[in-house]
């Protein structure tokens, strides 16, 4: 019954930064988890993974972003980051953070069967 809510989005020119928190209502659920990630969906196009961390730290991201973006977790303050540079018009989409506080959870962008998820932030870049 975790409830999460992502903020820091907005609009931008190609080739500026934005840095995207996710935040829970249930205190330490974030620095509990054992999955994390963020995915994006853009206008008639299906949701797709965008970077993911493990309670270990390791990071994985979608090939479109490498580079470019970085996911991190501070635990002390029950936080996750995606820190976006070089923006281009691509990224433009809603973007959706999502936690998974069991162990069983698969590591890596090829999950998607999160039990949280937050109902998203606007991220639009300008041309």
């Known amino acids: 019954q975790v409830r999460l809510m992502e903020s820091g989005g907005g609009s931008v020119e190609a080739g500026g930064s934005l840095k995207l928190s996710c935040t829970s209502s249930k205190d330490a659920a974030t620095a509990n988890a054992y999955c994390l990630g963020w995915f994006r969906q853009a206008p008639g196009k299906e949701r797709e993974a965008v970077a993911s961390?493990?309670?270990?730290?390791?990071?994985d991201y979608a090939d479109s972003v490498k580079g470019r973006f970085t996911i991190s977790l501070d635990r002390a303050k029950n936080t996750m980051y995606l820190q976006m540079n070089s923006l281009t018009p691509e990224d433009t989409a809603t973007y959706y953070c999502a936690q998974d506080g069991r162990p069983w959870c698969q590591r890596g962008i090829g999950y998607s069967d999160y039990n949280y998820w937050g109902q998203g932030i606007q991220v639009t870049v300008s041309s």
């Open positions: 961390i493990d309670r270990d730290g390791v990071t």
